[in-house]
């Protein structure tokens, strides 16, 4: 839930975190991405695909500065609590007062900093200074799981802390509606393919919704009923508490190792063998909206940090660690994308990469065609439900007051319904998933990678400066600490919504 802290859990090393990061990026997003390439031109996607990378990886170090800063904050709280149950001298903080209240003491006569009740509002404030000469490094531990909604609220005003729960919102509906229409898009694919007695997908034919499937059901039908069986499944885990395994976990990662894997090998052996069918132009600008889109949500992880970066044990080369992540999926996508766009014709690709192999003519084996056409299917449905309850959990968090409670007809069922219907509605009147990715990316994701990290890393600092002084030292702060950054991120995330708006409102005028 992105509303409240949670236990750190079972904590790993931080090499288990890089990997726990790696799976967490690359997702659906990696499945959608090679039509983008073919669409917007190799050079140009390369270009866009490094620099998007690269911001996401600054806003992913203003997020680590941020969890240290909303740290720093929790653990005083807690030595402030533990100063009013227990005035007694012996559980003060281990760091002096400042050098000018010693001398005002000194001047006074007092040689005590002995706390006690009458005084603690006046004594109180010392702690805060003195943060400046001793332990401040110790402050700024990541130890508490504080998940981006705790931070809006710690960080942000009213207004802000309501506009990060629309995003956040609207990102995950938009999430879920990719899901639902993935899920049934593929069913029906692989399916109608063996109805018509096709071997395989059929990738360079382009089919209608109204093309027949099955004798007189239509492939729009068959895409519907798959939906409603798919809503049916899985909807139910909306109204209860679920959570993924760590078995699920397994098996869903090495299911989307072996496919990814299978696929690289593959598309290079038919390149090798000279049946590539591929030429993408260098540069194709019609198609950069949806590229823009689809990387950015390719690189999604800031909303799911606290859960990944908490538990790991040792935290000393934190980001470094990050780079070589983000090194590493940037080459994955580059080779996953490469290898599709000279594999296979542009107007071949389908918005699921992973069918272009339901293809006898790509994959003579059966049970590889239908492992890849289908893998899909396994790794999203696992992470639906998931998903959706923490969206539930979102709706909560928003309208909940403190010390309040919902009438379960509430808690129950409107929360759980209204959850589940959007995306379903959406799913059920598109299935264009390249699409769906692109205006994901583009929207809700422009703000919840690029404006919320930046604005909570700006008002952090100034919090972290008012509270502690000049002198504490985040040993999490990002490497982009100049303001210049902040800004630049921001500017780029205006950039970014008003020409993907511009865009959108062009083609349609074209229409």
């Known amino acids: 839930m992105a509303g409240e802290i949670t236990e750190t859990g079972e904590l790993y090393s931080p090499y288990v975190g890089l990997v726990y990061m790696f799976n967490l990026i690359v997702g659906t997003g990696a499945l959608?991405?090679?039509?983008?390439?073919a669409t917007a031109g190799w050079l140009v996607s390369l270009v866009l695909l490094v620099f998007l990378g690269f911001m996401s990886f600054v806003t992913t170090t203003f997020m680590m500065e941020a969890m240290a800063a909303a740290n720093a904050q929790l653990h005083w709280k807690r030595m402030e609590n533990s100063l009013?149950?227990?005035?007694?001298?012996?559980?003060?903080?281990?760091?002096?007062p400042c050098?000018?209240?010693?001398?005002?003491?000194?001047s006074s006569g007092s040689d005590s900093d002995a706390l006690t009740q009458d005084n603690y509002e006046q004594a109180e404030k010392r702690p805060i200074l003195s943060v400046q000469r001793h332990g401040s490094q110790h402050l700024f531990e990541i130890t508490d799981r504080v998940e981006m909604g705790q931070m809006a609220s710690m960080f942000f005003n009213k207004v802000g802390v309501n506009l990060f729960y629309f995003c956040i919102i609207i990102y995950l509906y938009e999430d879920l509606a990719i899901y639902a229409a993935a899920v049934p898009s593929s069913l029906m694919q692989v399916t109608c393919a063996v109805g018509n007695d096709s071997c395989g997908v059929e990738a360079h034919t382009k089919h209608n919704d109204t093309d027949p499937c099955w004798g007189p059901l239509r492939r729009v039908d068959a895409y519907r009923i798959y939906l409603a069986v798919f809503t049916l499944l899985l909807g139910p885990f909306t109204f209860f508490d679920v959570q993924k395994t760590k078995y699920l976990q397994i098996l869903t990662s090495l299911m989307r190792w072996i496919a990814f894997a299978?696929?690289?090998?593959?598309?290079?052996?038919?390149i090798g063998h000279g049946q590539g069918e591929g030429h993408p132009p260098a540069a194709n600008f019609s198609g950069i909206r949806n590229l823009f889109g689809v990387c950015v949500y390719s690189f999604m992880c800031q909303h799911s940090l606290p859960s990944l970066i908490t538990p790991i044990s040792s935290k000393r080369h934190l980001t470094r660690l990050v780079f070589l992540d983000y090194v590493l999926i940037l080459a994955f996508y580059s080779l996953l994308s490469f290898t599709a766009i000279f594999c296979f014709r542009g107007d071949s690709l389908l918005d699921m990469y992973a069918l272009n192999f339901a293809r006898c003519d790509v994959v003579g084996l059966a049970a590889v065609r239908y492992f890849l056409g289908l893998f899909p299917v396994f790794t999203i449905s696992t992470n639906f439900p998931i998903i959706a309850v923490t969206l539930?959990?979102?709706w909560k968090a928003l309208f909940h007051r403190e010390g309040g409670t919902y009438p379960w007809v509430v808690d129950r069922v409107v929360f759980p319904t209204i959850t589940l219907v959007p995306p379903v509605l959406v799913a059920f009147f598109t299935h264009d998933l390249e699409s769906l990715v692109g205006i994901t990316g583009a929207y809700a994701g422009t703000g919840i990678q690029y404006a919320i990290p930046a604005f909570l890393v700006h008002l952090c600092r100034k919090d972290t400066l008012l509270a502690f002084g000049s002198g504490a030292v985040n040993k999490h702060r990002s490497p982009f600490r100049h303001t210049f950054w902040v800004g630049f991120v921001l500017l780029w995330a205006l950039s970014c919504f008003l020409f993907v708006t511009a865009n959108i409102v062009l083609s349609e005028t074209k229409v």
């Open 32 to 37: 959608t991405m090679p039509k983008a390439f």
């Open 392 to 394: 539930r959990n979102n």
């Open 99 to 106: 050098q000018e209240e010693e001398d005002e003491d000194s």
């Open 84 to 96: 009013l149950a227990h005035p007694g001298p012996t559980h003060l903080p281990p760091s002096p």
């Open 262 to 270: 299978i696929m690289i090998v593959l598309a290079l052996v038919r």
